[in-house]
């Protein structure tokens, strides 16, 4: 399947990013560690990642969270970027998944949450602090528990809540050469 940009691809990532504003703003549950939330936008970005591909995933993880910080404190530079980092890394995690023709089997699901595990611990434990540093001067401490957090619980959504979604998915989908003709 071509996942450039066509007219399918440019509207799953606006309603991908609506979808994430929605997730992002209403369906979050508070951690107790300031600014860190047990988050659903990942899941969905995990989806949509896979089957729209690194670009598409990038984008919306990017719009959507612009999104969501410009509709509550402010832009927060850093972890937006981070977002963006996230879809680029779901949609190269799920180049060799094929959910649209209903495949999502006990090893893409092992291979995928392994790089997606890999990706969130790298992207919130060590790039998202590193950018909170550099961007915002904030104390090291601070930020490194934030993204330790961060990458726990978001690798642990996309495992569990991701995995679910995905699966259902391909559940619905119909599997390549499984119609024959009569």
Known sequence: ?????????????GIGAAV????????TIPTGIP????????PFLALMSVLFGPIAGGLIGLIGHTLV?????????SWIICSGVMGIIFGLAGRKIDLQHGVFGK??????????????????????????ILIYSEPANKVFTQ??????????????IGTIIMKAYAATQ?????????
């Open 107 to 132: 090893k893409e699901m092992i291979s995928f949450n392994i790089f997606q595990i890999i990706g969130n611990v790298a992207v919130w434990a060590v790039l998202a602090p590193i950018l909170d």
């Open 35 to 42: 600014n860190t939330n047990l988050q659903t936008t990942y």
């Open 20 to 27: 994430f504003v929605i997730l992002g703003r209403f369906v």
């Open 69 to 77: 910080d410009f509709t509550t404190y402010g832009p927060w530079w």
């Open 147 to 160: 993204g330790i957090v961060s990458a726990i619980l978001n690798a642990l959504s996309v495992a569990i």
């Open 1 to 13: 399947m071509n996942k450039g940009f066509s007219v399918k691809t440019i509207v799953a990532i």
């Open 174 to 182: 119909t599997k390549q050469g499984s119609l024959t003709k009569d």
